[in-house]
Protein backbone atom coordinates (compact mmCIF):
# COMPACT_ATOMS: atom_id res chain seq x y z
CA UNK A 1 0.00 0.00 0.00
CA UNK A 2 1.43 3.38 -0.92
CA UNK A 3 1.37 6.53 1.37
CA UNK A 4 -1.22 8.06 -1.29
CA UNK A 5 -3.99 6.35 0.30
CA UNK A 6 -2.99 7.35 3.68
CA UNK A 7 -4.26 10.68 5.39
CA UNK A 8 -1.81 13.25 5.81
CA UNK A 9 -2.28 13.06 9.81
CA UNK A 10 -1.58 9.74 10.13
CA UNK A 11 1.67 9.96 7.93
CA UNK A 12 2.68 13.03 10.36
CA UNK A 13 1.21 10.89 13.63
CA UNK A 14 3.70 8.01 12.20
CA UNK A 15 6.75 10.23 11.52
CA UNK A 16 6.33 11.81 14.98
CA UNK A 17 5.92 8.54 17.03
CA UNK A 18 9.04 7.23 14.81
CA UNK A 19 11.12 10.57 15.57
CA UNK A 20 10.12 10.01 19.68
CA UNK A 21 11.14 6.57 19.34
CA UNK A 22 14.55 7.14 18.01
CA UNK A 23 15.18 10.11 20.52
CA UNK A 24 14.52 7.98 23.35
CA UNK A 25 17.03 5.43 21.93
CA UNK A 26 19.28 8.13 21.35
CA UNK A 27 19.10 9.10 25.30
CA UNK A 28 18.95 5.47 26.45
CA UNK A 29 22.29 4.86 24.23
CA UNK A 30 23.94 8.20 25.66
CA UNK A 31 23.41 7.21 29.04
CA UNK A 32 24.59 3.12 29.15
CA UNK A 33 27.94 4.13 26.98
CA UNK A 34 31.07 5.19 28.78
CA UNK A 35 31.31 9.39 28.80
CA UNK A 36 34.80 9.27 27.25
CA UNK A 37 34.47 6.73 24.31
CA UNK A 38 33.83 8.33 20.50
CA UNK A 39 30.60 6.82 20.20
CA UNK A 40 28.91 8.05 22.96
CA UNK A 41 30.68 11.31 21.77
CA UNK A 42 28.96 10.76 18.28
CA UNK A 43 25.28 10.02 20.12
CA UNK A 44 25.85 13.37 22.11
CA UNK A 45 27.39 15.76 19.20
CA UNK A 46 25.05 14.51 16.27
CA UNK A 47 22.16 16.04 18.45
CA UNK A 48 20.54 18.77 17.44
CA UNK A 49 17.90 20.93 19.38
CA UNK A 50 15.46 23.35 17.42
CA UNK A 51 13.42 25.44 20.45
CA UNK A 52 12.42 28.69 20.84
CA UNK A 53 14.12 31.59 22.51
CA UNK A 54 14.01 31.38 26.47
CA UNK A 55 12.49 34.82 26.47
CA UNK A 56 9.93 34.33 24.16
CA UNK A 57 6.56 35.66 25.77
CA UNK A 58 3.28 36.79 24.30
CA UNK A 59 1.91 40.43 25.85
CA UNK A 60 -1.31 41.08 25.49
CA UNK A 61 -2.29 43.74 27.96
CA UNK A 62 -3.75 42.20 30.51
CA UNK A 63 -2.64 38.98 30.01
CA UNK A 64 1.21 37.95 29.60
CA UNK A 65 1.98 34.53 28.87
CA UNK A 66 5.53 32.67 27.84
CA UNK A 67 5.77 29.10 26.85
CA UNK A 68 8.87 27.12 25.86
CA UNK A 69 9.10 24.70 23.36
CA UNK A 70 11.93 22.67 22.19
CA UNK A 71 11.73 19.61 19.49
CA UNK A 72 15.75 17.32 19.68
CA UNK A 73 16.30 15.45 16.58
CA UNK A 74 19.71 13.17 16.59
CA UNK A 75 21.05 10.21 14.40
CA UNK A 76 18.75 7.38 15.85
CA UNK A 77 15.40 10.08 15.73
CA UNK A 78 16.21 10.44 11.88
CA UNK A 79 16.71 6.33 11.89
CA UNK A 80 13.49 6.34 13.62
CA UNK A 81 11.85 7.96 11.42
CA UNK A 82 13.10 5.94 8.12
CA UNK A 83 11.73 2.76 10.00
CA UNK A 84 8.10 4.22 10.61
CA UNK A 85 7.70 5.33 7.05
CA UNK A 86 9.42 1.52 6.21
CA UNK A 87 5.88 0.35 8.29
CA UNK A 88 3.12 2.63 6.93
CA UNK A 89 4.64 2.18 3.25
CA UNK A 90 4.60 -1.85 3.68
CA UNK A 91 2.25 -2.86 6.44
CA UNK A 92 -1.56 -2.16 6.85
Known amino acids: M ?3 S ?3 RVIVLI ?5 LIGTILNKIFIFILPK ?3 ISRFFIDSSTIIK ?3 DFEINLGILK ?3 SFQF ?3 VLSLIGILVSWYFL ?3 R
Do not use: A, H, M, N
Not at 15 to 19: A, L, R
Open 52 to 54: LPD
Open 2 to 4: STK
Open 6 to 8: RSF
Open 65 to 67: TSF
Open 15 to 19: SFFGC
Open 36 to 38: DTI
Open 89 to 91: RYF
Open 72 to 74: EVG
